[in-house]
Structure formats: structure tokens, C-alpha cells
């Protein structure tokens, strides 16, 4: 009794201190600036704010339209306090500029970002920043190189294989809409490790596969913390670490057996003189060789190559599925789009041809609706990042060091000022040659931008674009009647309640 009278004493003084903690004086450039306004709250630590947020997510409230509606009440720049600690947003075009671009450096992951991470991405790109993440986007950049997937083979392999899947899902349920999204997740799951690890996962073929399985909760549990960081401490962690087990038993297979693959290589080419003239990266067929490449100089580990793998897949998995999902989701609502962009189709590649990047580049109504499908869904609605120094913003607001600071792609991309009044509507012709003069740099920034800008943006054009050529060669897609989709606004956009089309058995050319 007496102990927790003594506990209970310490905490709540403790809170007082935190609360009523006194006020730092201002620095000179925070004198000199305009402080960001604060969402207002009554509470103290702002709890009201803070459990608004929290219940809107857990009562599956549809978070992006949650902030776009607070933005649009209190401006484009705002502070959404909450336990005291500031957390900046901005939608406009030059702070996100500022921040993505001009003055990078200063905005990192950051240490809270990268502890929500940690058990499951490690210090793999995705998590890094410094010299971590310059080594690895500098070893892994020459994958990515269209020159990599030109043919796009190993995309239109996978595609046989989804449109087999989507076969049997019509055969087994005739008449009936298909869910797409769980499709798409698999579809991309595979094609992404072969691409990264060159051995696929099958996970088109095996609809509950081990590894997506596993792959799916440690996302998931990730993306919780993600939203509310708060769940880092309160979730149980027994579950997440069994399930990236799986995970790490899968890659450690992969990376040993391409350790020993490289020895040998090594060893023949010590063996054989000037054959290490060799251009470093060339003729490497996977992500983890191009790794390998330089493990004489870099010494990496099988931890670090593990983090690699597991980064670029979640970077490269869901975002590209969330693309396909959506676009599905758009076509279903307007025939109209789909009856262009199989003329264009029947046009540039024709009925039955199997299309390759130089074909698909030619598809200019078709990359118009990409586009406008990655900006009213951009598939990373909203990211962080973190201030290291104090800075000013270019509209003059002041942001504190070691501070959050965010952007919404979601949100940026409705703005109407910048889109004008049509710019919910879903509308591929302001990609148009008459209107797309008027859309300027950072306004459109699904693919983020700035030296962190997505590596794998040409490769997910492409697989989109492929994709959707065939399943358009070989399908009509229409409404599911009384079928809405839901916002998921977790670190990709999905849908909670996936994405059901009605999808047709028809050739292109009747
Ligand atoms: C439609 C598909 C995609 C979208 C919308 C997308 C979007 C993004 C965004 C917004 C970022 C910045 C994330 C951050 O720094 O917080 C990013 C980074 C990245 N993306 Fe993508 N991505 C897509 C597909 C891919 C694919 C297919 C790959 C590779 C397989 C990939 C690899 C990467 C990597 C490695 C980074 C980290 C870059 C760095 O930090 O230097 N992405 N992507």
C-alpha cells in the first residue's frame, strides 16, 4: 500500500512536471518566424485531440478523409499537438519541396520513426538515413536501371500467372465480382522476389503461403504503430517477432545460397586475370547480387543483407498492388475511360501481343490514367519525416528541431486551389497536352521526391502498365452494383474492404 502510494505520488507529479514543464525561451529564428497554428483542444496534454484520433482509427473512419477535413478547417500548414509534443503537417507545394528537396538533410527519418520500424526493417533503406542509406540506394541503383526490365520477361510471366488465378477465381464463382486487391497483393509478392531475390514466393499459387502470411501480420502490426505510435508499448510483441522468424528463415536461405554462389565467383575470377575489368554490377541478376558485388569492399552481414531484402520488398510490394487495386477500382466506375484505353491498346499493341517497355511507353492515354489514379489514391497517402536542426518553412512558419513533420500526398493531390474545381473528380484528361502545363513540380508527389525519391518509380510504370494492358487484352471490367470501397490510410493506401469488380471474359478486339 504504502509503495503504491509512493508510485502513484512520483507518476502523478511527473505528469504535473511534464505538463506544466516551463517554456523554453524563444530562439532567434523562432522570434523572427510565425509559429505554426495548433489544432485547438481543451484537455490538457490535448487528450481530447489525441483520442479523437485514436478512436477515428480504431472505429475504421477513413483517416485520410479525417486529416483532409482538419486541413481544410485550419489551413495547409498545422501542428496537430498531442501529449505535448508537436506534430507538423503541410500540404503546399514549396514546403514540400522545402523539405523532400532543398533543404533535405535536414529532415530525416529520424529515431521515433525508425524505432516503429526496427523490429521488422532493421537499418534497411527504408529505415536508414546517413551513410546507411547512401550505401545502399548507390549498390542497389543499377537494378533498377529500365535497361533492367526492358523486356519486361519476368513482369509478363507473372501476369500469365494472375490471369490464370483470375480464371479459376471466375470459374469457381461465375457471374460473381472479384475481390482484386488480395489478387494484386499476391501477384506483386511474387513478382517482387523474383525480381529482388530471384526466387519467387508462389504466392498466386498458394493462396495462404507461409511467407505472405507471415509477411502480411508484420505489415500489418507495423502499420498500426505507424499510425498510433503509442501502440509500439502496448502490443503485444510474442506474435510479430515468430512471424519475422519466418520471414528470416525464408531470406537467410536465399542470401546463403547466393554467399556461397558469389565465393565461387570470386574464386573463378582470381583464377581467371582481367576478368575483374568487368564493369561492377553488370550481369547480376538479382537485387542481393548486386550486394554481393561488393562485399569485398562493404563486408555486409547476413543482418544487413536481411534488412536490404525485407525493405525493398515492403517498399516495392504494396505500393504497386495498392496502384493496380485502385486503378481497377476507377475503371470499374467509368466504361468510358475503358473503351479509350482499349482503342489505344488495340492501336499501339494490338489484340493479343505481348507488350514490352518500348510499347508501353507509347501508351500515352494510358499513363495519363495512371497518373490521375496516383493522385487521387496515391498509394503512400502520408509520410514523415523528422527536423534535426530548427528551420523555417518558405511561407514563413517555424519548425522546431527534432520535430515531425509530414506530408499527404492524399491531401495535397485534392487540394482545389492547386487542381482547380474538378479536383476530386477523377479525370485522366488534366494529364492531357492542354492542361498538364498547369500541374507543377510538388504538386504531384506520389513517388515522394528529392534524393529519397522512390527508386522503383520506372518498374512500377511499368508493371502497372503492363498489367493493365493484358488484363484489358483479356477482360472487361464494370461495376460491382452497391460495391463502395473504404479508405485504409496505413502506410499504403488500401481499401478495408478490398476492391470487388465485375470482370468479363472478353477479347479486346469484339
Ligand atoms: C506505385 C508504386 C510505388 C509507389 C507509389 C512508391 C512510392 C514511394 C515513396 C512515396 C517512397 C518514399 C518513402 C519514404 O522515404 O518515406 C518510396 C521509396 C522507395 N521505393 Fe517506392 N514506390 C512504388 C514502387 C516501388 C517499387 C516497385 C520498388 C522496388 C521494388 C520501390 C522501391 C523503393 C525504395 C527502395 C525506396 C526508398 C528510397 C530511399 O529512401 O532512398 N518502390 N517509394
Not at 504503430?225 to 522468424?245: A, G, H, M
Not at 518509380?457 to 470501397?485: C, E, W
Request: glycine share 6%; with cysteine.
Amino acid at each position: 500500500m504504502h509503495s503504491d502510494l509512493i508510485l502513484g505520488t512520483t507518476l502523478a507529479a511527473a505528469a504535473l512536471a511534464y505538463v506544466f514543464k516551463p517554456k523554453k525561451p524563444k530562439t532567434e529564428l523562432e522570434a523572427s518566424s510565425v509559429t505554426v497554428p495548433v489544432i485547438p483542444t481543451y484537455l490538457p496534454l490535448q487528450l481530447d485531440g489525441v483520442l479523437h484520433y485514436i478512436l477515428t482509427t480504431l472505429s475504421g473512419k477513413d483517416e485520410m478523409e479525417f486529416l483532409r477535413n482538419i486541413t481544410n478547417r485550419f489551413g495547409n500548414t498545422i501542428n496537430f499537438r498531442g501529449f505535448n509534443r508537436d506534430f507538423i503537417i503541410v500540404l503546399d507545394p514549396s514546403s514540400i519541396q522545402h523539405i523532400l528537396a532543398k533543404n533535405q538533410p535536414n529532415y530525416e527519418k529520424g529515431p521515433e520513426l525508425q524505432a516503429i520500424f526496427h523490429e521488422f526493417l532493421g537499418s534497411g533503406i527504408f529505415n536508414a538515413d546517413g551513410e546507411t542509406w547512401k550505401t545502399q540506394r548507390q549498390i542497389a541503383r543499377p537494378h533498377f536501371q529500365t535497361s533492367e526490365f526492358k523486356d519486361a520477361a519476368l513482369i509478363n510471366r507473372h501476369v500469365d500467372l494472375l490471369i490464370k488465378a483470375i480464371d479459376k477465381q471466375m470459374a469457381a464463382n461465375p457471374g460473381k465480382p472479384i475481390e482484386v486487391q488480395s489478387i494484386f497483393c499476391r501477384f506483386t509478392l511474387d513478382e517482387a522476389t523474383e525480381f529482388l531475390f530471384g526466387e519467387t514466393v508462389h504466392a498466386l499459387k498458394e493462396e495462404n503461403s507461409e511467407f505472405a502470411t507471415s509477411f502480411n501480420y508484420a505489415q500489418a502490426i507495423t502499420a498500426w504503430r505507424f499510425r498510433v505510435p503509442l501502440w509500439r508499448y502496448l502490443l503485444p510483441k510474442k506474435r510479430l517477432l515468430k512471424e519475422i522468424k519466418n520471414l528470416e528463415e525464408f531470406v537467410y536461405k536465399i542470401i546463403d545460397n547466393a554467399m556461397a554462389r558469389e565465393k565461387v565467383r570470386v574464386e573463378e575470377k582470381e583464377r581467371t586475370p582481367g576478368s575483374e575489368k568487368e564493369e561492377k554490377g553488370k550481369g547480376h541478376a538479382t537485387l542481393l547480387d548486386h550486394f554481393l558485388a561488393e562485399q569485398e569492399e562493404h563486408n555486409f552481414t547476413r543482418e544487413y543483407l536481411r534488412d536490404m531484402l525485407l525493405n525493398f520488398l515492403l517498399a516495392g510490394r504494396d505500393t504497386t498492388a495498392s496502384l493496380l487495386t485502385w486503378t481497377m477500382w476507377h475503371l470499374s466506375q467509368r466504361p468510358d475511360v475503358v473503351d479509350k484505353l482499349k482503342k489505344e491498346i488495340l492501336d499501339v499493341v494490338g489484340p493479343t501481343a505481348v507488350p514490352g517497355y518500348d510499347d508501353i511507353k507509347k501508351l500515352k492515354y494510358q499513363k495519363q490514367v495512371v497518373n490521375e489514379v496516383l493522385r487521387l489514391c496515391p498509394p503512400v497517402p502520408f509520410n514523415i519525416r523528422q527536423s534535426v536542426e530548427e528551420d523555417v518553412l518558405p511561407n514563413g512558419y517555424y519548425i522546431p528541431p527534432g520535430t515531425p513533420v509530414s506530408y499527404s500526398a492524399y491531401s495535397t493531390h485534392r487540394l482545389p486551389d492547386l487542381w482547380g474545381e474538378d479536383a476530386l473528380e477523377f479525370n485522366p484528361d488534366r494529364w492531357g497536352p492542354e492542361r498538364v502545363g498547369s500541374i507543377k513540380p510538388f504538386m504531384f508527389v506520389p513517388f515522394h521526391a528529392g534524393p529519397r525519391i522512390c527508386l522503383g518509380q520506372n518498374l512500377a510504370y511499368t508493371t502497372a502498365q503492363v498489367t493493365l494492358t493484358r488484363l484489358l487484352q483479356h477482360y472487361d471490367i464494370k461495376a460491382s452494383p452497391g460495391f463502395q470501397p473504404q479508405n485504409l490510410g496505413d502506410i499504403v493506401l488500401f481499401s478495408r474492404n478490398g476492391v470487388e469488380v465485375l470482370i468479363e471474359k472478353k477479347s479486346i478486339a469484339a
